[in-house]
């Protein structure tokens, strides 16, 4: 008997695994797979009450008054971002923060916060 190098035995079945489904793929089939499984991955935007908006409006107040360091998580389009630095400027009139990091200035705009931390 020949052995087929991409046979394997499961049980009492012979079987050639994922190999069996790769012609049947078009381009737009892994396409639209890819799509699918990045989408799986994307966060809804968290439901934020008055309490945690309030205690987010806190931290920053308390974060830009000590100029410490400061651990910020923003939600742009499905992904949790991770801002670390110093918080430089509340600006009211644009609604943003302006935070400084090792790179440089990053402004912020305040619907994107979801969470604020001091690291100090």
Request: proline share 2%; aromatic share 4%.
């Amino acid at each position: 008997m020949v052995l087929n190098r991409h046979m394997k035995t499961v049980g009492g079945v012979k079987d050639r695994g994922r190999i069996k489904w790769t012609a049947m793929m078009l381009p737009e089939h892994i396409k639209e797979l890819r799509t699918w499984q990045s989408e799986d991955e994307l966060v809804k935007y968290p439901n934020l009450s008055e309490f945690d908006l309030q205690l987010i409006q806190e931290e920053l107040d308390v974060a830009c008054r000590r100029k410490c360091e400061t651990l910020i998580k923003t939600w742009k389009a499905g992904v949790i971002v991770q801002l670390q630095g110093s918080i430089k400027e509340i600006d009211l009139r644009l609604k943003c923060i302006i935070l400084q990091d090792q790179i440089g200035a990053v402004r912020i705009p305040v619907t994107e916060i979801v969470s604020v931390q001091c690291m100090e």
